[in-house]
């Protein structure tokens, strides 16, 4: 076991406003992502769990019933195959845990974020 420090994880530029570094183990991703303020996450679902937890900014999250705002110091956990789409609402920090890992960004089949 070791210890990992974030400015060790390389970073992808996935678009212009949104950067992204990814932990992948067996069973789980961990990423943390930087959303410049006017980035968009589009509709999109997946197998997946996931927990965000907004390090500081504010994500906009759209559903299929409604939509919040999730802040700084706030979690918000999504069922796997839940339709959603995100709007930073300024420069934002996130956190996201995914279970099981995002076999399609490991595969790079992520184009929905690359846009």
Request: hydrophobic share 45%.
């Amino acid at each position: 076991m070791q210890a990992l420090a974030w400015d060790k994880i390389p970073t992808e530029k996935l678009n212009e406003r949104m950067n992204r570094q990814m932990i992948n183990g067996k069973n789980a991703t961990l990423a943390r992502f930087f959303l410049a303020r006017g980035a968009v996450v589009p509709h999109h679902a997946h197998t997946n769990e996931q927990y965000t937890t907004v390090l500081s900014g504010a994500l906009q999250f759209k559903f299929d019933d409604g939509e919040l705002v999730v802040r700084a110091g706030e979690v918000l956990p999504i069922p796997a195959n839940v339709v959603h789409a995100a709007l930073a609402l300024e420069d934002t920090w996130v956190l996201d845990f995914f279970a099981p890992r995002r076999e399609d960004w490991i595969q790079k089949d992520d184009a929905y974020l690359r846009k």
